[in-house]
């Protein structure tokens, strides 16, 4: 693991610019809208109600998941759980941007309007929690007039803070260093180690937060797929593999599925006795400082109690310095050629 980067001593950490407290295993819900085969409602509804109960206190969801059905299930969600409680206790963060083309001149305040009101009707909500930038141009990112549109959201009561969700850890630095910007949603696994060199030390000392996506790299850290395995015919995981439908890395981390396996079977072998292969993987992503909280998906009940439970292993702090120095090894050997470079 990177080591922290130097602070002057006895100086007071940075307030944190998202104010809300987040469970260090948060839960993805890209699955529950489409693009990773079909997962039935009442199996969303499952997924949510057990993260939740095992202590996730965020939802990320995105407007296009589904268009909108990812975020429906999640109101579903929060009027059953407001039904029965005066607080959900679950922040939820969504994503806009990516309903018309990605193209810079999409991004204006009447779109940001228009976005973040079809949100805050689906998820049934006056206010969305977090809204961030889904994956735009770089050119977005560097937009003064993206800031003060987003601004005025915040200040009309619409959104109660924003962020920016990145595909590069350039795209990354440039939005931790607008004063605003509350969190950055980027990929971070043991098939994509960039963002340690300098987003995590940014983003710690800048009290912005970090979300990591993808944290199972599309499953291939699940540890349970083989050079046979084959995936629906509208699962990402078979139409996405080269990038024609959008960024390569967010399938499989943008990592050749053969040398993921390779990878895969290397890591095994440096696991903790009685610890699996995502377990750990989440649990040593969590760990990392700068990160905030991880975001697994899940398609059934099973995967969402599963995931929740690595947080169990931080709580026990398991040692995970033999896992450590294996991930750094075999991204060095295996990886760091084809990704490093990329994002």
Not at 75 to 86: D, N
Not at 157 to 169: D, L, N, R, W
Not at 173 to 199: E, T
Not at 272 to 292: E, F, K, M, N, Q
Request: with cysteine; proline share 6%; aromatic share 6%.
């Amino acid at each position: 693991m990177d080591a922290p980067s130097e602070r002057t001593p006895h100086a007071a950490p940075p307030r944190p610019r998202l104010d809300r407290e987040l469970s260090a295993i948060g839960l993805g819900t890209w699955q529950l809208g489409a693009d990773w085969g079909d997962v039935s409602e009442d199996d969303a509804l499952a997924v949510l109600r057990a993260s939740a109960d095992a202590g996730v206190t965020l939802f990320d969801t995105a407007d296009v998941y589904g268009d909108g059905r990812s975020e429906a299930l999640i109101g579903a969600f929060l009027a059953e759980r407001t039904a029965e409680r005066a607080d959900a206790g679950v922040t939820v963060a969504t994503k806009m941007g990516r309903r018309l083309p990605q193209e810079p001149g999409n991004y204006t305040p009447e779109h940001f309007a228009e976005w973040t009101r079809r949100s805050r009707l689906n998820l049934g909500v006056d206010r969305l929690d977090l809204v961030q930038l889904h994956c735009p141009p770089s050119a977005v990112i560097d937009d003064d007039a993206t800031y003060d549109a987003l601004d005025a959201l915040v200040a009309e009561g619409s959104i109660a803070a924003y962020g920016v969700s990145v595909e590069t850890s350039d795209q990354a630095l440039a939005a931790i260093a607008r004063p605003n910007v509350a969190n950055v949603q980027i990929i971070i696994n043991p098939f994509r180690l960039k963002p340690l060199d300098a987003v995590l030390p940014a983003a710690a000392d800048a009290g912005v937060a970090i979300f990591a996506r993808v944290p199972l790299a599309s499953g291939l850290l699940s540890g349970k797929y083989t050079a046979e395995t084959t995936f629906a015919e509208n699962d990402h995981r078979t139409y996405n593999r080269d990038g024609s439908a959008f960024d390569q890395g967010e399938t499989f981390s943008g990592v050749d599925f053969a040398t993921g396996l390779e990878a895969v079977r290397e890591l095994q072998t440096a696991l903790p006795d009685g610890v699996s292969l995502p377990a750990a993987t989440l649990a040593w992503i969590a760990g990392l400082r700068g990160v905030t909280t991880v975001i697994p998906g899940a398609r059934n009940l099973r995967q969402a109690e599963s995931n929740a439970a690595a947080a169990q292993l931080l709580d026990d702090r398991t040692d995970l310095s033999g896992f450590d120095a294996a991930v750094h090894e075999v991204y060095d050997r295996l990886l760091r050629a084809e990704v490093h470079p990329r994002w």
